[in-house]
């Protein structure tokens, strides 16, 4: 399990269900303020990518000994001029997608977090990125009362979704793919 927290941390934890125990076996303490969101690899389970209000994105080896202390951060990113929000790995590992108060979503390469992309378009600060299980697509959810879904390919804003009467606070692909479910500050959860 890997959490973050208002203490500028990431920690990794292991659990145990069969006695619901969780025993911290990894901090990272290199952001300078509040980590918002962390994200897995999906098929190597070899790093992982956090994001901070200190705007930067990291990029984070698992260890290989699970006693291990400190969390080794093996690369950062000034990525974002505001508070960075969420950030996602894509199904394959190879993108890492990022959104932020600064009303923008980014693409970067897993490998080394160069910047392959912007994608711009909402008119509020974004809360939500995530990839789609599928498709070379993203969608966002923003401040913008909008969620937009994104070609990752040439950074295009492929379908623009309304209907929530305040910020979209969260949104998810699912059945595969095939659908999106969305949550508001307005109170409603939307498919």
């Given at each position: 399990?890997?959490?973050?927290?208002?203490?500028?941390?990431?920690?990794?934890?292991?659990?145990?269900?069969?006695?619901?125990?969780?025993?911290?076996?990894?901090?990272?303490?290199?952001?300078?303020?509040?980590?918002?969101?962390?994200?897995?690899?999906?098929?190597?389970?070899?790093?992982?990518?956090?994001?901070?209000?200190?705007?930067?994105?990291?990029?984070?080896?698992?260890?290989?000994?699970?006693e291990s202390d400190q969390?080794?951060?093996?690369?950062?990113?000034?990525?974002?001029?505001?508070?960075?929000?969420?950030?996602?790995?894509?199904?394959?590992?190879?993108?890492?997608?990022?959104?932020?108060?600064?009303?923008?979503?980014?693409?970067?390469?897993?490998?080394?977090?160069?910047?392959?992309?912007?994608?711009?378009?909402?008119?509020?600060?974004?809360?939500?990125?995530?990839?789609?299980?599928?498709?070379?697509?993203?969608?966002?959810?923003?401040?913008?009362?909008?969620?937009?879904?994104?070609?990752?390919?040439?950074?295009?804003?492929?379908?623009?979704?309304?209907?929530?009467?305040?910020?979209?606070?969260?949104?998810?692909?699912?059945?595969?793919?095939?659908q999106l479910i969305s949550?508001?500050?307005?109170?409603?959860?939307?498919?």
């Amino acid at each position: 399990l890997l959490s973050s927290g208002k203490d500028n941390t990431v920690r990794l934890w292991k659990v145990d269900f069969d006695n619901f125990k969780f025993e911290c076996i990894g901090i990272g303490a290199k952001h300078t303020n509040a980590v918002g969101s962390v994200d897995m690899s999906k098929t190597s389970s070899s790093f992982f990518a956090s994001v901070s209000q200190d705007q930067c994105l990291k990029l984070w080896k698992f260890p290989k000994n699970q006693e291990s202390d400190q969390l080794l951060c093996i690369n950062t990113q000034l990525a974002h001029e505001k508070d960075i929000n969420c950030v996602t790995i894509a199904p394959n590992d190879r993108y890492i997608a990022t959104s932020s108060q600064d009303k923008t979503a980014k693409l970067w390469d897993a490998t080394d977090l160069k910047l392959i992309g912007v994608f711009r378009g909402h008119r509020r600060g974004v809360w939500t990125v995530r990839f789609s299980p599928v498709d070379q697509i993203i969608v966002t959810s923003a401040a913008d009362c909008t969620m937009r879904l994104w070609n990752i390919t040439d950074m295009t804003c492929l379908k623009s979704f309304e209907g929530h009467e305040s910020s979209v606070l969260r949104c998810e692909f699912i059945s595969n793919g095939m659908q999106l479910i969305s949550t508001g500050a307005d109170g409603l959860i939307k498919l």
